[in-house]
């Protein structure tokens, strides 16, 4: 392989492999390590780097003892909408798994963004998300209890939360999100079922209602190898 000046070798060789996932299908088996090695005269320790990265981006994936081109990231807009409605869009099944939903007093973080007093009752519903049965994210809701102080006995934490608050007319005007990336806790990656080096999409949203009181806070987690967001600006 043909050292490009200033690039390490597993760049290089991340490089070369990208130029050739544009000639595979979604599910196509990449060459073997040792095969990769010989093409491009390198060690496979090289190739291992060059595809870990790759895998961490989300431009290959692993299955069964294969390494195979992934599909394409979900593409979400960041809008005032539900996670089901963003799936849905793209042709694919959402779907939610319950961890904990249940009253808690609100920590300082919490009481801050409901515009409450810590300690006050909240109610905390956290779900892992699907998109076509594959774990995506993980997504933590606070509201406060003396707001809805029916919705835990009412709500089916399986279904859509933004659903449920239009139906008993809580309409949502505005959301103030924070992004940044991070990498997950143990705990968070044992929930996911993804590599702790993996890096993460960190959302937090403070969403309000036409009065412009706050009506939630959320804090959601997305695997970075599996999303993307999209954003329309004007002047």
């Known amino acids: 392989m043909k050292e490009a000046v200033g690039l390490p070798k597993y760049f290089q060789v991340k490089m070369r492999v990208t130029a050739l996932l544009g000639g595979l299908g979604q599910g196509t ?28 981006e989300g431009r290959v994936e692993r299955r069964g003892r294969s390494t195979v081109v992934a599909g394409p990231k979900l593409v979400q807009p960041l809008q005032l909408a539900s996670y089901t409605e963003g ?18 007093p609100a ?30 994210g993980l997504e933590c809701t606070h509201l406060p209890v003396d707001r809805f102080p029916t919705l835990l006995a009412e709500f089916d934490p399986a279904t859509s939360l933004y659903r449920y608050l239009a139906a008993t007319g809580v309409l949502l005007a505005e959301a103030d999100e924070r992004i940044e990336t991070v990498l997950a806790s143990p705990r968070e990656t044992r ?29 959601s987690l997305f695997r970075g190898d599996r999303f993307s967001f999209t954003a329309r600006l004007t002047p």
Request: aromatic share 2%; glycine share 8%.
């Open 29 to 56: 088996a990449l060459p073997t390590e040792r095969e990769l090695a010989e093409r491009f005269a390198v060690s496979r320790t090289t190739v291992r780097q060059a595809i870990r990265e790759l895998r961490l």
């Open 87 to 104: 799936v849905r869009q793209q042709g694919l099944e959402p779907g939610r798994q319950v961890v904990a939903f249940e009253e808690v």
């Open 107 to 136: 920590d300082d973080l919490v009481a801050t963004g409901l515009a409450i007093g810590s300690g006050s009752a909240v109610l905390r519903l956290e779900r892992l998300l699907l998109a076509d049965g594959v774990r995506v």
């Open 191 to 219: 929930l996911i079922g993804t590599s702790p080096a993996l890096p993460m999409l960190l959302m937090n949203r403070v969403t309000k209602d036409a009065h412009g009181t706050p009506v939630e806070c959320v804090r």
